[in-house]
């Protein structure tokens, strides 16, 4: 982990923050030599897809597009 003075990663920000994101790398920003706040890589978040993510999960009756609005209602409330 790096370190750095409050005032300096002031200045270089924009540098200080694509270092950490290229290399990985976390900074500790200090003031008078004491621990104020540290930077650190985020990591990739894995991201479910919108479309199909309940397959599998869920089903529907073979005859669903023949059901009255009143079955498709019973079958949602449990009825």
Known sequence: ???????????????????VAET???YLITRN???MAKIVPLTAQEKTPRIGFMQGKITAPDNFNQLSSDE???LFYGE
């Open 1 to 19: 982990m790096q370190k750095m003075n409050l005032y300096e990663a002031k200045t270089h920000f924009s540098k200080v923050i694509t270092q």
């Open 72 to 74: 498709i209602a019973d």
């Open 24 to 26: 990985g790398e976390a």
């Open 33 to 35: 030599s004491k621990p």
